[in-house]
């Protein structure tokens, strides 16, 4: 999506799934993108840009998504062109252990103070594990 709360939202719904995740994305919301993935699945998350594929100025860059923001960042030509993104797909345990850890935190720890630990101990992404503490607080699930 063009707008960054549904970007976020979709990328959210999206960030759990084991299988590689495949972008393609305008040169005009670019940093913008690769920013919220930052964020919203984790910058740690190994990732691959591929610009202009197939064509004479082909750049294919295989790095973390801290990474790979970073380099568009600082270099202008990286944002021009056709691009395709590919992250890797979720950890199997790291969902089902991140949420599992951040139950027993919530228990006794404020939700963002939580999230950061939980985040520390599973190496979950922490604004997702924030948001998931959060959404299972309005809910009223267990351990809230």
């Keep these: 999506p063009a707008k960054a709360g549904a970007r976020k939202a979709r990328l959210e719904k999206l960030g759990g799934r084991p299988e590689t995740l495949i972008f393609y994305e305008s040169v005009h919301r670019l940093q913008d993108s690769l920013g919220d993935m930052?964020?919203?699945l984790g910058g740690e998350r190994r990732a691959v840009l591929a610009r202009e594929l197939t064509k004479l100025?082909?750049?294919?860059?295989?790095?973390?998504l801290q990474e790979i923001t970073r380099?568009?960042?600082?270099?202008?030509?990286q944002r021009k062109g056709e691009?395709?993104?590919?992250v890797e797909g979720a950890a199997e345990s790291e969902d089902g252990e991140g949420e599992r850890v951040l139950d027993i935190l919530c228990e006794q720890l404020p939700v963002s103070q939580a999230a950061e630990l939980a985040a520390k101990i599973t190496g979950a992404a922490r604004?997702?594990?924030y948001r998931l503490a959060l959404r299972k607080k309005k809910k009223g699930t267990e351990g809230f």
């Design 57 to 64: 100025h082909e750049t294919i860059r295989r790095d973390t």
């Design 83 to 86: 691009h395709v993104i590919l």
């Design 71 to 77: 380099w568009v960042a600082s270099d202008p030509q």
């Design 38 to 40: 930052c964020e919203v």
């Design 127 to 129: 604004n997702r594990l």
